[in-house]
C-alpha cells in the first residue's frame, strides 16, 4: 500500500513539471470559480400554471428584461407604422403635359393663324379659297397628332373656338392637376382624386368640346404620384421597434400577489427571471460562462505576459485562486446572496486585495481586485452599486497595505478600507436621491454607511485570521512574518546573542548595510534584514571558531590543519539550514542562509594550505571552497556583499571614508570577477548603487569622536 501510494505521489510530482499540468490547473480552477458564481446566482424556482392560485406572493429577485414583453411592445410599434410612400415630383410634368397637349397645341395653331393674319391683310376672295385649303390641312394635321379628336368636321370645330377660350380651359386643367397631384396622392386615391378635377371642370365655365377632351385625356394620364417603398417601410418599422425600451422586471418588484390566479403574464414575467421549475436558462449560464471565462483568460494571460515568475510556480497560481474563491464565498455569505440576511454593502470584497497586496505586491493586488469586483457584481445580479462599492474596496484595500510594518496594520487597514466604503456609499447615495431629507431614507443611509464600515473591517478581520494558514500551507513569507521573525525575543535570535554574542553583532550590522543597499536597488529591505539577521545561524554549532567570538585572542585555526578549518567553516552553511529547519523558518531565510557565501574560495585557509604543499597541488582550490548555490535573487546576493564588505571593514586598522571605500569596491569586484553574482539579477548599475549604500552606513559609524576630558584635565584648565 505504501508503496502503491509512494508511486502515485512520484507520476503526481512528475505530472506536475509537464506542460499539461497548467492547462490542467486552468481548468480546475476556472470551473471552481464558475461553480462558485453560480451556485444561489438564481433564486428559488416555483412550479406554477395558468389559471392556479399562487402559494405565495413572489417577488422579482433580479433586475431582468423581459423578453417576451419587449418582443410584444416592438411587435406592435412595428405594426402601427404605415406604408411609406414616397413623392414623386415628375409625375405632375407629366401628367399636365400629356393631359393638356391639345389644349397647347390648339394655341399654337391659333397664334401663326395670326400672325399669318397680319402679313396678308387686304387679300381677295382666291386668297380665302386658300385658307379653306389650309384650314382643311390643320385639321389633317391635328387628327395626325391627336387621333381622339375623331374626325374631320370636330377638328375644324376646335379650330374654330377662340384663343381665350382654349387659354381658360388650358389654365383651368393645369391648376386642378397641380392643385390636386401637389399635395400627393396614392394609387388608391387616384380615383377620388380624377373625379374631384373632372367635377370642377364640369362646373367651370369652358367650351363643352375641350372639356370632353380633357376629361378623356384625363381618364387615359391621371395617375398617383406618391409610390410605394418597401426598403422606406421596412427601415421605418426597424427604427420604431428600435425606439421601444427594453421592458426591464426591477429588482424587488411585485410579481404576484399570494391568493392572485396566475396568468399568462405572471408565467412569462417568472421564466424571464428563471423562477419557473419548468425552465432552465440555458441561455444566462450561457452568458455567464463566457463572462467569467473573459476575466478568467484576462486574469492567465497577465499572469503568463507580466508575472512569469508567479505563472511558472503551480502553487503560487493555487494560492491566487483560492483566494479569489474565499472572498467570492465571502460575498455570497454577507451580500445576501445565498440567505435572505445581509446586505450588498457589506460584501467585504477588500479581502482579495487585502491578501494578495500583502503576499505578493500592490500591482498584482489591484489587478485582480479591480477584475474581481466585476465578478462580484455579476455575482449580485449585475448591481452597478455592488460593481462601484467593489472597486472602491479593492483599491482602499490594496493601497492601504502598501506599506505593512506589524499585524496591527491590518487592523488600520481595513478601518482605511471602512473609510473608503463610507465615503463611496455616501456619494451613490446622493447621486441617487440628492439632498432630499426625510426619515425614511436618513434611516436607510445610516444603515448603508454601518454595512460599508462593516466590510471593510470585515475585510480586515479575513484576512488577518486566513493569513497564518496561507502562510503555513504554501510556505509564503510574508512581510509580516519577516517582521516577527526580526523580534529580538525569537528563540534563534536569543541563542546568538548569548552563544555566539559576536556573531549576532555582525548579523546586525549586516542587516544594517543590507537594508540600506536593498532599498537603494529596489529590492526587498524587510527580506534583507531579516535574512541577514539569520544568515550565519549556523556558527552556533561552533561558535568559537569564528573570529568574531574569540575574546580571549586565543584562535583555535592555529592548533590544526587548514583542510580541517575548511571543513569547520563551510560547516556553518548546511548547520544553519537544520537550524533552520529546526525553527520551521521560512524558505526563503534557508535559501539565504544556503546560499550567502556562495561558493565563495576561503582565501587565507586555501593560501596557507598551498604554502605548506608547496604550491603544487592545483586541485586544491575545490577543497577550500563553499558547496553553494551561488545567490538566486537580489537580496540574497545583496547580503553576501554585506557580510564580506562588514568583515573586511571591520579588519582596518584606521578605517576613514577613503579607505572604507577602497575596501568595498574591492570586495564587490572580487565577487563579480569570481562569478558569484551570476546568478542573480544585480546590474553593474546596481552594484555601484549598492557599493554607495554601503559607504554611507559605514561613515555613520566609523565618524571621528572628539577626547572627552577628564575631571583632572577639567581641573587643570581651570587653575
Not at 200 to 220: F, G, H, K, N
Not at 492 to 509: C, D, F, N, Q, V
Not at 638 to 663: C, H, K, T, Y
Request: aromatic letters at 8%; a negative charge.
Amino acid at each position: 500500500m505504501k508503496g502503491m501510494l509512494k508511486h502515485l505521489l512520484d507520476k503526481l510530482q512528475h505530472f506536475r513539471q509537464e506542460p499539461e499540468y497548467k492547462i490542467f490547473q486552468g481548468i480546475v480552477i476556472f470551473l471552481a470559480l464558475l461553480a462558485t458564481v453560480a451556485v444561489g446566482i438564481l433564486p428559488a424556482q416555483y412550479e406554477l400554471e395558468e389559471g392556479e392560485i399562487s402559494p405565495d406572493t413572489i417577488y422579482a429577485s433580479r433586475s431582468v428584461i423581459d423578453q417576451e414583453a419587449t418582443s410584444i411592445a416592438r411587435s406592435r410599434a412595428a405594426e402601427q407604422v404605415e406604408d411609406v410612400y414616397l413623392y414623386d415630383s415628375s409625375v405632375e410634368g407629366k401628367v399636365s403635359n400629356q393631359v393638356t397637349g391639345l389644349l397647347v397645341y390648339l394655341l399654337e395653331v391659333k397664334d401663326r393663324e395670326a400672325a399669318a393674319a397680319e402679313e396678308n391683310q387686304g387679300e381677295n376672295e382666291a386668297d380665302q379659297e386658300t385658307d379653306e385649303i389650309s384650314r382643311q390641312e390643320l385639321a389633317a394635321q391635328l387628327l395626325e397628332s391627336f387621333p381622339a379628336v375623331g374626325d374631320e368636321e370636330r377638328a375644324l370645330a376646335l379650330l374654330a373656338i377662340p384663343r381665350e377660350s382654349v387659354q381658360q380651359a388650358l389654365d383651368l386643367t393645369r391648376n386642378l392637376i397641380s392643385a390636386n397631384l401637389q399635395p400627393g396622392i396614392k394609387p388608391d386615391e387616384v380615383a377620388a382624386s380624377l373625379q374631384e378635377i373632372k367635377t370642377d371642370l364640369y362646373q367651370a365655365q369652358i367650351v363643352p368640346e375641350l372639356r370632353e377632351l380633357v376629361v378623356t385625356s384625363l381618364e387615359e394620364n391621371y395617375r398617383h404620384n406618391r409610390i410605394y417603398s418597401p426598403e422606406e417601410t421596412a427601415a421605418q418599422r426597424r427604427r420604431a421597434r428600435d425606439q421601444v425600451e427594453d421592458i426591464v422586471i426591477l429588482k424587488g418588484a411585485k410579481i404576484i400577489d399570494k391568493g392572485e390566479a396566475v396568468t399568462a403574464a405572471h408565467l412569462t414575467q417568472l421564466r424571464a427571471l428563471g423562477m419557473l421549475e419548468t425552465s432552465f436558462a440555458y441561455g444566462y449560464y450561457l452568458g455567464l460562462t463566457i463572462l467569467i471565462l473573459c476575466i478568467f483568460s484576462a486574469w492567465g494571460y497577465y499572469l503568463y505576459r507580466y508575472r512569469p515568475e508567479l505563472f511558472a510556480f503551480p502553487s503560487r497560481l493555487w494560492l491566487i485562486g483560492l483566494i479569489i474563491i474565499l472572498t467570492l464565498w465571502a460575498a455570497k455569505l454577507f451580500g445576501g446572496l445565498l440567505f435572505e440576511a445581509g446586505s450588498a454593502y457589506l460584501i467585504p470584497a477588500g479581502m482579495a486585495s487585502l491578501l494578495l497586496a500583502i503576499i505578493f505586491d500592490v500591482n498584482l493586488a489591484l489587478f485582480f481586485g479591480t477584475t474581481l469586483a466585476l465578478v462580484i457584481a455579476v455575482t449580485a445580479g449585475s448591481e452597478l452599486n455592488v460593481l462601484v462599492m467593489a472597486l472602491i474596496g479593492s483599491i482602499a484595500s490594496a493601497y492601504s497595505v502598501s506599506k505593512v510594518n506589524q499585524r496591527s496594520d491590518l487592523t488600520r487597514a481595513g478601518l482605511l478600507v471602512a473609510a473608503a466604503n463610507a465615503i463611496g456609499i455616501l456619494g451613490l447615495t446622493l447621486i441617487s436621491n440628492g439632498l432630499a431629507l426625510t426619515q425614511t431614507s436618513v434611516q436607510r443611509t445610516l444603515l448603508d454607511l454601518a454595512m460599508g464600515v462593516a466590510s471593510g473591517l470585515l475585510s480586515s478581520v479575513f484576512a488577518i485570521g486566513l493569513l497564518p494558514f496561507i502562510e503555513s500551507a504554501f510556505g509564503i513569507t510574508t512581510s509580516i512574518r519577516l517582521l516577527e521573525l526580526a523580534n529580538p525575543n525569537q528563540k534563534p535570535l536569543k541563542r546568538l546573542l548569548l552563544e555566539a554574542p559576536g556573531t549576532y553583532h555582525h548579523s546586525i550590522m549586516v542587516g544594517n548595510l543590507a537594508e540600506a543597499a536593498s532599498e537603494a536597488v529596489g529590492a526587498d529591505p524587510v527580506l534583507s534584514r531579516v535574512g541577514s539577521y539569520y544568515h550565519d545561524l549556523g556558527k552556533l554549532t561552533r561558535p568559537y571558531f569564528f573570529i568574531e567570538n574569540q575574546f580571549q585572542g586565543n584562535n583555535p585555526h592555529d592548533k590544526i590543519p587548514p583542510s580541517l578549518s575548511s571543513m569547520i567553516l563551510t560547516a556553518h552553511v548546511r548547520g544553519g539550514v537544520e537550524l533552520a529547519q529546526q525553527y520551521k523558518l521560512p524558505p526563503v531565510i534557508k535559501d539565504i542562509i544556503e546560499q550567502h557565501h556562495g561558493s565563495t574560495l576561503i582565501g587565507f585557509f586555501y593560501h596557507r594550505a598551498l604554502a605548506e604543499r608547496g604550491n603544487k597541488d592545483l586541485l586544491l582550490e575545490d577543497k577550500f571552497r563553499y558547496d553553494g548555490p551561488k545567490p538566486q535573487f537580489k537580496e540574497a546576493g545583496i547580503i553576501m556583499l554585506a557580510d564580506s564588505v562588514e568583515a573586511a571593514v571591520r579588519s582596518l586598522s584606521q578605517p576613514n571614508q577613503f579607505r572604507i571605500q577602497g575596501m568595498v569596491d574591492k570586495i564587490v569586484q572580487e565577487k563579480l570577477a569570481d562569478g558569484q553574482l551570476d546568478q542573480c539579477d544585480l546590474t553593474l548599475k546596481d552594484l555601484s548603487l549598492i557599493s554607495q549604500a554601503f559607504v554611507k552606513v559605514f561613515a555613520g559609524i566609523y565618524h571621528k569622536r572628539i577626547a572627552y576630558p577628564t575631571e583632572k584635565d577639567l581641573a587643570k584648565l581651570s587653575s
